[in-house]
């Protein structure tokens, strides 16, 4: 079974500070990896995404991630925080495809950040 | 553009009583899907398609039918409705449904809040 852990519920930072919201993720064979965000009263949107390739992903709105596969982990960045990045983060995983079953999408809780002015 | 779109946003149910929840996504995805949110939970998958006439269940079935007659839409149905099933229910697709074009970025709606009293 996959699964996926957001150990921190909430993260604070200050406007102008760099931030990070952490992920560590379990799955059979070698992950794909995603972070969304979701704004008040809104669906998630799609940040960025890790299949293959390059440990250091980028993404929308100045984002990226590092992925580590040592440490199953899968943090998402950013050197500068804005007070408009406010909002709750999702990782989610899933396993490489194997055929029907193999689509799910499984997400962290998330983790509501909170960029202080 | 319309994207995915869910009806309706709110809805208020009494124990026992059935409704469905529409989604029609215009992108021509192949792959569709419903989530439930529920607070300190993330999201949980409630069954998915991957295509007209071809659905299957996720982690959280139970309540729940679903059916998939086009490529356009995908109704979650309520049979009876329980207070368990009070939620914010989210709507998502994703191009493609082989290995190599489903990645897993999907497309969400912006949600429907089920209360069930």
């Known amino acids: 079974a996959q699964s996926v852990a957001q150990p921190e519920d909430q993260v604070n930072v200050a406007e102008g500070n760099p931030l990070t919201v952490k992920c560590t993720y379990s799955?059979?064979?070698?992950?794909?990896l995603f972070w969304y965000v979701q704004y008040p009263n809104r669906g998630l949107q799609f940040l960025l995404k890790?299949?293959?390739?390059?440990?250091l992903v980028k993404g929308s709105y100045g984002f990226e991630a590092e992925f580590n596969k040592s440490q199953t982990s899968f943090h998402l960045k950013k050197p500068s925080a804005l007070v408009s990045d406010s909002a709750l983060y999702f990782c989610?995983?899933?396993?490489?495809?194997?055929?029907?079953?193999?689509?799910?999408?499984?997400f962290g809780k998330g983790t509501k950040l909170s960029v202080i002015p | 553009n319309a994207g995915v779109t869910q009806t309706p946003k709110f809805q208020v149910l009494k124990t026992g009583q059935s409704m469905t929840l529409q989604c029609a996504q215009d992108?021509?995805?192949?792959?569709m899907s419903w989530y439930r949110q529920d607070p300190g939970m993330g999201l949980r998958l409630i069954h998915y398609?991957?295509?007209?006439?071809?659905?299957d269940q996720g982690e959280v079935p139970n309540g729940y039918n679903v059916s998939r007659s086009t490529t356009e839409d995908f109704p979650l149905r309520l049979l009876s409705a329980a207070p368990s099933q009070t939620s914010v229910y989210f709507c998502?697709?994703?191009?493609?449904?082989?290995?190599?074009?489903?990645?897993?970025?999907?497309?969400f709606g912006e949600g429907s809040r089920l209360t069930v009293l």
């Open positions: 992108m021509n995805h192949e792959y």
């Open positions: 989610a995983v899933r396993q490489p495809y194997s055929g029907a079953g193999s689509y799910q999408l499984t």
């Open positions: 799955v059979s064979g070698n992950p794909y």
């Open positions: 398609s991957v295509g007209a006439g071809i659905t």
């Open positions: 998502a697709s994703s191009p493609g449904t082989s290995g190599v074009t489903n990645t897993g970025e999907l497309f």
């Open positions: 890790y299949i293959t390739g390059d440990n």
